[in-house]
Structures are given as structure tokens and as C-alpha cells.
């Protein structure tokens, strides 16, 4: 069988942690098993929000990758404004905890780096890439955003080569992202932002979402789209996980991994534990909230000021592995999304290691959201909205007395979809 070359264009690669690196990551290691051989065109010099070195060893052996500089005015945003870190992320401050740095910072950052702030990296990476192409033989080029930036890239190489084939990767939305509304955009801006992402839309050749929901409004926009979701990886520890990597546990945790920023606080669970803390004693005597990962600090603070403060357990920043082992050691994993109706198609990448490790989820967001299928079709658990609380309760204390007979039931149904090998045959068959 003759190798075919995928070029994949990513801001995001190890030793960047979080989120956002894993999905090309693992299409990259399974990819050479169907035939296909990828190359990677990523920064030399990216300013990543997060580093997890224990990435690294799932970067195929022998992979090429080809680097060029990047300029990123965000060293320079961080010195004037320390929140600016945020920003890198996709994360604000909202509402009372906003400063005036903050507002001046994101109306230069929606007004002035359109789309983003990684956009000096377009025109020096068409001309290297031009350059590339017509020494290499390459049959799919794609382009990965957030940033949205590099789909900049993939608009200007198709220009310049019409009969490539071009994927447009959207692991999150452009324009109808959560924060795009924070953005304090004038309507110019807006236009611009607006345009670019229709151009996208239009010219690739495909373009993928993550979410059944973001297929259906990249349809209805014109991109000629198809929905991938994200996945587990079965050669990771957490598909499934072992009984021998679980800890006997003595209190009943409830644990969010990952990154929570303002804009997805679940109030109203907060609200809730804080409740039953006062009300149950049992419940007190043998509770535990978990965090690991980066939490802002005005949902800890919050936290620390009710009755939960000494049930906090807050191991901070850890590697991807050892929050695959903190997620086996828990009986109920907390996963949120953005409240508004746009949002509905946001599937965060975190619930499918969730769904492998067979415990029960809990989810807050929109109703009707993408999410809330997924935990249907699997039995996996139960997705609630940032208003619902009686609910809430009634779900917690059922999972709670179950563990105290010590039986939660685990699940395991149907999720063998969400493997990252399938997810990657399904990507071969559209490259074609």
C-alpha cells in the first residue's frame, strides 16, 4: 500500500498540555496505521499556556516536523496585565472581577489581532509552506484551530495551490464560541471576523467539528462539514482502567480535572454541596471536592468562603497521566460547559477519558446540549443546567448512597465509538 502525506498545520503540540494538543496528537499516532504518513508544521518558539511533558511519548517515532518562529504579543500583554495569561486560553474575567486593564486588553485583543493574536504566523508560514509543498509531495494539508488564525494559512496555500486538499479542523467555533461576545468588537471588527470564517467555510475542502451541533451550524453557513468528535485513547491507562490503579477510597470525591475559568462556575452545584455539608452529617464526615488542574481563583475563593472549604482538595496543575489516575480515583466526575444555547455543541475533549474510566458523570451546561447525548446513549451519567438544583441534589445523594453500600454502577456501554483508533478510521475515510 502506497504511503500517503498529511501536512497537519497546529499551534498545539507536546510538550503543550491541555486540551487542545491531544486530538492531532493521536489522529498523528494512529494515522500511519491506515496507510497515511503525517507531518507536522508547528512554532519554534510558542508561548503555551501549559506544558505536560508526559505527552511527549505519544509522538510517533521517526514523525517529521518542521518548525518555523513565531511572534506572539502576548510576553509583551502579560507585563502590562497580569490576567492577560487568561487569554492565551480563551478565558476572561467577567462581570464584577473584570478591571479596566482587563476591558482595555480584550478590546485590543477582539479589535486589533483579527483573528487572534497568533496572526503574524499566516504570511511568514504561507510563504514557507509554498515553498515546502512544491518540494514535497503532500495529499491533504490540514489546519487546526483555535487559534482560527491557521486557517488563515489554509485560505492562503489553497489560493496558491487550488487543486490541494484542505481540511479545516474547528475544535471549538469561531464566531459562535462563548467568548467571541465578550470580545467588545466594533461592528467592523465583527465583519472582519465574520468574513474570514465564511471564506474558511467556504474554500476548504472539508471542514470538521467536534460536536454533532457545530457540524449542523457549519452546514447551515455553508462549510461542506462532517463531526469527528474527540476521543479516549485505548492505549492510555484510563481505557478502561485497571481495578489494581484504584485506590481504596475512605471519603466519596467528587472531582473536576482540567482547567475551569469563570465563564463555566457552576454555581449552583457549589450551591448544592454546600447545602447538603450543613444538612447531612454522614455526607460532611465522608465528602471530598477534588481539583486538579488550573482553577481560577475567584471560583476558589468563592468556594473557600462556604461551608466546603475543609473538603477541599486541591492538587493544582498535574501531568495528563497522573490526572488519568485522579480521575480513576473518584466516584463522580464533575464536567461543565458554557451556559448559553450556543454552546450546546461544545463537547469538552475531557468527557470522553471521563466516559473510559467508567465512572458516573455529572454535567452542567445549556439544555438540549450534545453532551447530554453522549451521557444518554452511554449511561454514563446525567446532565443538568446552571439552573437546576433540586435535581442536582437528588442525583448526588442517590451516587452517594451508593457508594456508601459500595456499589456505584460503572459503565461501559457503547462508548468503543469514542476510541481514538475508530475516530481515526473515520478521519481516513474523508481524506480519501
Same mark, same amino acid.
Given at each position: 500500500?502506497?504511503?500517503?502525506?498529511?501536512?497537519?498545520?497546529?499551534?498545539?503540540?507536546?510538550?503543550?498540555?491541555?486540551?487542545?494538543?491531544?486530538?492531532?496528537?493521536?489522529?498523528?499516532?494512529?494515522?500511519?496505521?491506515?496507510?497515511?504518513?503525517?507531518?507536522i508544521?508547528?512554532?519554534?518558539?510558542?508561548?503555551?499556556?501549559?506544558?505536560?511533558?508526559?505527552?511527549?511519548?505519544?509522538?510517533?517515532?521517526?514523525?517529521?516536523?518542521?518548525?518555523?518562529?513565531?511572534?506572539?504579543?502576548?510576553?509583551?500583554?502579560?507585563?502590562?496585565?497580569?490576567?492577560?495569561?487568561?487569554?492565551?486560553?480563551?478565558?476572561f474575567?467577567?462581570?464584577?472581577?473584570?478591571?479596566?486593564?482587563?476591558?482595555?486588553?480584550?478590546?485590543?485583543?477582539?479589535?486589533?489581532?483579527?483573528?487572534?493574536?497568533?496572526v503574524?504566523?499566516?504570511?511568514?508560514?504561507?510563504?514557507?509552506?509554498?515553498?515546502?509543498?512544491?518540494?514535497?509531495?503532500?495529499?491533504?494539508?490540514?489546519?487546526?484551530?483555535?487559534?482560527?488564525?491557521?486557517?488563515?494559512?489554509?485560505?492562503?496555500?489553497?489560493?496558491?495551490?487550488?487543486?490541494?486538499?484542505?481540511?479545516?479542523?474547528?475544535?471549538d467555533?469561531?464566531?459562535?464560541?462563548?467568548?467571541?461576545?465578550?470580545?467588545?468588537?466594533?461592528?467592523?471588527?465583527?465583519?472582519?471576523?465574520?468574513?474570514?470564517?465564511?471564506?474558511?467555510?467556504?474554500?476548504?475542502?472539508?471542514?470538521?467539528?467536534?460536536?454533532?451541533? #457545530?457540524?449542523?451550524?457549519?452546514?447551515? @453557513?455553508?462549510? $461542506?462539514?462532517?463531526? &469527528? =468528535? !474527540?476521543?479516549?485513547? /485505548? +492505549?492510555?491507562?484510563?481505557?478502561?482502567?485497571?481495578?489494581?490503579?484504584?485506590?481504596?477510597?475512605?471519603?466519596?470525591?467528587?472531582?473536576?480535572?482540567?482547567?475551569?475559568?469563570?465563564?463555566?462556575?457552576?454555581?449552583?452545584?457549589?450551591k448544592?454541596?454546600?447545602?447538603?455539608?450543613?444538612?447531612?452529617?454522614?455526607?460532611?464526615?465522608n465528602?471530598?471536592?477534588?481539583?486538579?488542574?488550573?482553577?481560577?481563583?475567584?471560583?476558589?475563593?468563592?468556594?473557600?468562603?462556604?461551608?466546603?472549604?475543609?473538603?477541599?482538595?486541591?492538587?493544582?496543575?498535574?501531568?495528563? #497521566?497522573?490526572?488519568?489516575?485522579?480521575? @480513576?480515583?473518584? $466516584?463522580?466526575?464533575? &464536567? =461543565? !460547559?458554557?451556559?448559553? /444555547? +450556543?454552546?450546546?455543541?461544545?463537547?469538552?475533549?475531557?468527557?470522553?477519558?471521563?466516559?473510559?474510566?467508567?465512572?458516573?458523570?455529572?454535567?452542567?451546561?445549556?439544555?438540549?446540549?450534545?453532551?447530554?447525548?453522549?451521557?444518554?446513549?452511554?449511561?454514563?451519567?446525567?446532565?443538568?443546567?446552571?439552573?437546576?438544583?433540586?435535581?442536582v441534589?437528588?442525583?448526588?445523594?442517590?451516587k452517594?448512597?451508593?457508594?456508601?453500600?459500595?456499589?456505584?454502577?460503572?459503565?461501559?456501554?457503547?462508548?468503543?465509538?469514542?476510541?481514538?483508533?475508530?475516530?481515526?478510521?473515520?478521519?481516513?475515510?474523508?481524506?480519501?
Amino acid at each position: 500500500m502506497e504511503q500517503k502525506k498529511i501536512l497537519i498545520i497546529t499551534y498545539y503540540w507536546p510538550p503543550a498540555g491541555g486540551p487542545g494538543v491531544q486530538r492531532w496528537l493521536k489522529f498523528a499516532k494512529y494515522l500511519p496505521e491506515s496507510g497515511w504518513n503525517p507531518v507536522i508544521y508547528t512554532p519554534e518558539n510558542p508561548n503555551y499556556p501549559l506544558l505536560d511533558e508526559s505527552l511527549l511519548k505519544d509522538v510517533p517515532q521517526n514523525i517529521e516536523i518542521i518548525k518555523t518562529k513565531i511572534w506572539e504579543p502576548y510576553q509583551l500583554a502579560e507585563k502590562l496585565n497580569k490576567s492577560n495569561k487568561k487569554f492565551k486560553a480563551g478565558q476572561f474575567d467577567v462581570g464584577k472581577n473584570q478591571s479596566w486593564k482587563s476591558r482595555l486588553s480584550i478590546w485590543v485583543r477582539g479589535n486589533f489581532f483579527i483573528p487572534d493574536a497568533r496572526v503574524f504566523w499566516v504570511k511568514p508560514s504561507i510563504k514557507f509552506l509554498e515553498q515546502y509543498l512544491k518540494e514535497n509531495k503532500i495529499d491533504v494539508v490540514v489546519t487546526s484551530g483555535p487559534p482560527h488564525s491557521l486557517h488563515m494559512i489554509g485560505l492562503g496555500l489553497k489560493k496558491k495551490f487550488p487543486d490541494l486538499k484542505w481540511v479545516a479542523d474547528f475544535r471549538d467555533p469561531w464566531t459562535e464560541i462563548s467568548y467571541y461576545k465578550h470580545l467588545k468588537l466594533t461592528k467592523n471588527s465583527d465583519r472582519k471576523h465574520r468574513q474570514l470564517e465564511s471564506a474558511v467555510f467556504k474554500t476548504a475542502d472539508v471542514t470538521l467539528a467536534t460536536s454533532y451541533t #457545530d457540524a449542523e451550524n457549519f452546514r447551515k @453557513a455553508g462549510a $461542506n462539514a462532517v463531526c &469527528i =468528535t !474527540n476521543g479516549f485513547d /485505548e +492505549s492510555d491507562s484510563s481505557a478502561p482502567l485497571r481495578k489494581a490503579e484504584q485506590k481504596p477510597q475512605t471519603t466519596f470525591i467528587l472531582s473536576y480535572i482540567g482547567v475551569l475559568e469563570q465563564l463555566r462556575n457552576p454555581e449552583n452545584l457549589w450551591k448544592v454541596l454546600d447545602e447538603l455539608v450543613k444538612e447531612n452529617k454522614k455526607f460532611a464526615d465522608n465528602f471530598t471536592l477534588k481539583f486538579a488542574g488550573r482553577i481560577d481563583d475567584k471560583i476558589l475563593q468563592s468556594i473557600e468562603n462556604s461551608s466546603l472549604k475543609n473538603h477541599i482538595l486541591n492538587l493544582g496543575y498535574i501531568s495528563h #497521566d497522573k490526572a488519568v489516575e485522579e480521575m @480513576a480515583n473518584s $466516584n463522580l466526575l464533575l &464536567i =461543565t !460547559n458554557f451556559p448559553n /444555547e +450556543s454552546s450546546k455543541g461544545i463537547i469538552p475533549g475531557k468527557i470522553f477519558e471521563y466516559l473510559a474510566t467508567g465512572k458516573q458523570i455529572i454535567s452542567f451546561g445549556p439544555h438540549e446540549a450534545d453532551v447530554s447525548r453522549i451521557l444518554a446513549e452511554t449511561g454514563a451519567g446525567k446532565h443538568f443546567s446552571y439552573e437546576d438544583t433540586a435535581t442536582v441534589k437528588d442525583f448526588i445523594l442517590e451516587k452517594y448512597k451508593f457508594w456508601e453500600k459500595g456499589n456505584i454502577p460503572e459503565n461501559t456501554r457503547d462508548i468503543k465509538q469514542f476510541s481514538r483508533k475508530n475516530l481515526t478510521k473515520k478521519l481516513v475515510e474523508i481524506l480519501g
